[in-house]
Nanobody
């Protein structure tokens, strides 16, 4: 049974930083990509970052490029997203997800089969 558990959300002021983490348990190989999505109230869930399990290559959406980074701790089976210069528009529930994508990663919801429960990130102005 694969489980993904997010942690590290919270409340931060505009311009501040937060780090969210995704702990993966269960049998999941390096052929799985890990992605982060977010969903703001009344909006569609959007993919913002992903990491290719086989190569550690990362891809970021334009909305977060240059502000967010991904890192992976293989020993702890954790992928973390460092979020800098946060803005009120970044307020959302953040989800991590895993999908069997080989040497690719995408920001498409349909490509991911395992999902975490989400963690709230709120940025005040």
């Amino acid at each position: 049974q694969v489980q993904l558990v997010e942690s590290g959300g919270g409340l931060v002021q505009s311009g501040g930083s937060l780090r969210v983490s995704c702990a993966v348990s269960g049998r999941i190989s390096d052929h799985y990509a890990i992605a982060w999505f977010r969903q703001a109230p009344g909006k569609e869930r959007e993919g913002i970052s992903c990491l290719v399990g086989l190569t550690n290559r990362t891809v970021f959406a334009q909305s977060v490029k240059g502000r967010f980074t991904l890192s992976r701790d293989k020993a702890k089976n954790t992928v973390s997203m460092q979020m800098n210069n946060l803005q009120p528009a970044d307020t959302a529930v953040y989800y991590c997800a895993a999908g069997l994508l080989g040497r690719l990663c995408t920001h498409r919801r349909a490509d991911y089969v395992y999902w975490g429960q989400g963690t709230q990130v709120t940025v005040s102005s």
